[in-house]
């Protein structure tokens, strides 16, 4: 999930703006999508952007909360159709929420993004790296495909750029095999 999308652009989603005639098909699909994240799917963030602590004691308190609410991450940002369980086994997805849960960690994950709030950060905000080279492999299933030409203006050493047929915001854990092809793909140039 790479943070490429230029300010102008966020701002246009965040208002619920059409999308540019002028994008190219690659940004209109990043646009849709994040257009979806931000009209659907945002409010977990909003909470997590405002009020960390508040879900952080829910996410303490129950765990079948805490289950539901990473389940459902899950479902959304898994390369799965919104089945995460053709993509991960019950004791996988039940792994994942326990460590969670053993660890109490519900609510400094949730910090995460109240720290990147302060700053006017957010999680798809484009980031300028000048100097250290940047490789990118794009997952159908992550919550948006960031288009290239965004990245070619935020990443001024895109050293790498691949997009695959599978795999999503979990893509290590969903698609091992394919992630490590990758990450020896982006790194085999910096030999």
Excluded: C
């Amino acid at each position: 999930m790479p943070g490429t999308t230029p300010p102008d652009v966020l701002k246009l989603v965040r208002n619920r703006e059409p999308v540019p005639e002028n994008f190219s098909p690659e940004e209109k699909a990043a646009y849709a999508r994040l257009r979806y994240f931000y009209d659907e799917g945002f409010g977990y963030a909003d909470m997590m952007n405002t009020r960390p602590q508040t879900l952080g004691y829910s996410l303490a308190d129950s765990p079948v909360g805490m289950a539901a609410f990473y389940y459902d991450k899950f479902a959304e940002w898994s390369d799965s159709n919104g089945d995460p369980e053709t993509v991960f086994t019950r004791d996988e997805i039940l792994d994942a929420i326990s460590l969670y849960w053993l660890t109490n960690t519900g609510t400094s994950s949730s910090r995460s993004y109240w720290d990147a709030a302060q700053g006017g950060g957010g999680p798809f905000n484009a980031i300028e790296i000048t100097k250290v080279p940047v490789a990118v492999t794009i997952f159908p299933g992550e919550i948006y495909p960031a288009p290239r030409s965004w990245a070619e203006k935020t990443f001024h050493k895109l050293t790498y750029w691949n997009v695959v047929d599978k795999g999503g915001h979990f893509a290590a854990w969903e698609q091992p095999q394919l992630f490590a092809q990758e990450l020896r793909a982006a790194f085999k140039g910096l030999r």
